[in-house]
């Protein structure tokens, strides 16, 4: 069975760097073409696809915001770490990691339910 | 990067009617396309891969098609649970890119 589940803190203030950690269960990121996103829903409700690490550490990220974007993986742990710097209310939103079965189906076919970040002073 | 479009943004519909939804790229994806089904306060759900697959588990009345850069979702017989929010994503090239999501009403 897979499941996912992000983690982080709900409050962040503005400058400050957001962590954020997905745990999963029931595949490994060690398996060839695995792939592993995050993205993340405004409240307005539009979702923006932010980054990705694939199994063999091969790194993606969103245009727009690559410059404040660090993805990263502890294979040991299932686990995978996204780093937002900079944060601006503008970032409040839902985030969400959910997987790619392979490079080769890149649709996200299982999601973690999502944790809601809040950038204010 | 893709500008996905989704238009419009409510529609409405009867349970037991049967409704399309349309998705448009701004440039050619070929049929690398999902659609998702999203509910209040829940993940997205994915519905459809590869613009016209069925993920396993979803029900046959869901149904997609297109290729290039117009795709449809149809939804056969609307059952009360369909009423929600759909998306489309493109990844056919980074970034990939959703469309701002239609939401289906009770008519």
């Known amino acids: 069975q897979v499941t996912l589940r992000e983690s982080g803190p709900a409050l962040v203030e503005p400058t400050q760097t957001l962590t954020l950690t997905c745990t999963f269960s029931?595949?490994?990121?060690?398996?060839?073409?695995?792939?592993v996103s995050w993205i993340r829903q405004t409240p307005g409700k539009a979702l923006e696809w932010l980054a990705r690490?694939?199994?063999?550490?091969?790194?993606y990220y969103s245009t727009s915001l690559k410059t404040r974007l660090t993805i990263s993986k502890d294979t040991s742990k299932n686990q995978v770490v996204l780093t937002v710097t900079n944060v601006d209310p503008v970032d409040t939103a839902t985030y969400y990691c959910?997987?790619?079965?392979?490079?080769?189906?890149?649709?996200?076919?299982?999601w973690g339910q999502g944790t809601l970040v809040t950038v204010s002073s | 990067d893709i500008q996905m479009t989704q238009s419009p943004s409510t529609l409405s519909a009867s349970v037991g009617g049967r409704v399309t939804i349309t998705c448009r790229a701004s440039?050619?994806?070929?049929?690398?396309l999902a659609w998702y089904q999203q509910k209040p306060g829940k993940a997205p759900k994915l519905l459809i891969y590869?613009?016209?697959s069925l993920e396993s588990g979803v029900p046959s009345r869901f149904s997609g098609s297109g290729s290039g850069t117009e795709f449809t979702l149809t939804i056969s017989s609307l059952q009360p649970d369909d009423f929600a929010t759909y998306y489309c994503q493109q990844y056919s090239s980074l970034p990939y890119t959703f469309g701002q999501g239609i939401k289906l009403e009770i008519k």
């Open positions: 959910a997987r790619s079965p392979s490079v080769n189906k890149l649709d996200f076919d299982y």
């Open positions: 440039q050619s994806i070929s049929t690398w």
């Open positions: 029931g595949f490994s990121l060690s398996t060839r073409k695995m792939c």
């Open positions: 690490i694939d199994w063999d550490n091969d790194k």
């Open positions: 590869d613009a016209s």
